[in-house]
């Protein structure tokens, strides 16, 4: 058996490098071309391969000293006949004192200390791996890209514990873990996730969140278990995203509609044969364009650092239906009057119910509202339809005392529930949208004024 120093070979235009990671032991046995070591410059990080196929028998080097090319980097025991590795082929001397290596053993043995010629560097780099350069992409060796890309862990979300945060492989042995045990979630898997996900937990851990908690409900009791309909999974998902991500803020307040509703029971009256029912929402809707007109921010979405103010008014309602919560739109809403709006409402309503609403008929909206009038309650935070910045949620009317200045009269009673993104938009202005509202809808005069 030859004894072969193996040394650093051509490394281009670096004159010393540091060893940042060393790959083998003493006992490994190692292929001709498998890496050893990875070195560092301030540039690259690259991979010094062996030249020949053996038992490593000592290594020459340890973490972070300064090698250069022809530095001795360990002390292989070759394997009996083994060819040259095809990297150190090149050098013209290389293959004679290999075989004068192979050939006198012993004397090699005996003074292990002497560069064998065998082990002359091989004229260049094999490229095992792109070089990497400092902050193009992750901190990270060849080998521990490499074993990265094998495990599936995405680099880019490993924090490196190494010299300068480099990523080494515990990092990613680290990573791959947490995710194993659902501590961590990768961000493709976040993307995926569906709505429901939530409950899993897995946002909640990338948030720095406690693990939602798992529960064997069939300990307590009778249990059935149903998959969300696909509708549910993704208004979740995407109501999830705009709870999280939005600073919203609610303003609430209370509308008199005494007047509007007489006008409005009586103009149903009057147009009971036309087969087309005002509803309240229809008179919002009016009321809430004339108000976005007053204060576009509300009419507007959020670009980077840029506020994009929209000249349309395009009204999105939310629709109670058997699979769950869609928001058809009513485009132009500026443009109708609202006989018009009822009877498209009802239209997109009956859609949305059947299942048959187009993509174009629920995309586009400005402004979002949400109405539970019809059901009951009194006031709710409805969660912003982004890239809304804005949504109005409605509840059911009722008659209250109300002071007049004089005496407490009874009047009939809206209401308002105003979501707004406070990057956009400032608790004065929801507070005076919300009073400008229900002035038109005490008095739809004001619309023309
Ligand atoms: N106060 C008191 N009564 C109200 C009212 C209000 N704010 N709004 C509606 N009503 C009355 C209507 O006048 C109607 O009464 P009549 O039958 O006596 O005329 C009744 O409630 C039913 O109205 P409706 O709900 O069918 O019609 P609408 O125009 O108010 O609403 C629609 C249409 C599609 C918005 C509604 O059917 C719906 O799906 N609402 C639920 C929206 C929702 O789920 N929002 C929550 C989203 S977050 O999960």
Redesign the pocket.
Known sequence: MALIDIQVPDIGDFDQVTVIEILVKPGDTVKADQSLLTVESDKASMEIPSSHGGVVKELRVKLDDKVKQGSIVLVLEAEAGAPAAAVSVPAPAAPVAQAAAVAAPVAVASAPAAPVAAATPAQAMPAHEPTVVSGQLPHASPSVRKSAREIGVPLAEVKGTGPKGRITLDDVQGFAKSVMAGDVRTQAQTAKAPAGSGGSGGDGAALGLLPWPKVDFAKFGPIERKEMSRIKKISGANLLRNAIMIPAVTNHDDADITDLEAFRVSTNKENEKSGV?V????FLIKAIVATLKKYPEFNSSLDGDAIVYKNYWHIG?????PNG?MVPVIRDADQKGVLKLSQE?GEL?KK?RDGKLSSAEMTGATFTI??????GGKYFL??INAPEVAIM?????TMEPVWDGKQFVPRLM?PLSLTYDHRVIDGAAAARFNVYLGQILGDFRRVLL
Request: aromatic share 4%.
């Open positions: 029912k509803t309240m929402l229809a309602f939310a629709a109670d239906t919560l409402m309503a949305a949400s109405s539970l009038g019809g059901i409805p969660i949620g409605v509840s059911k009317s809206l």
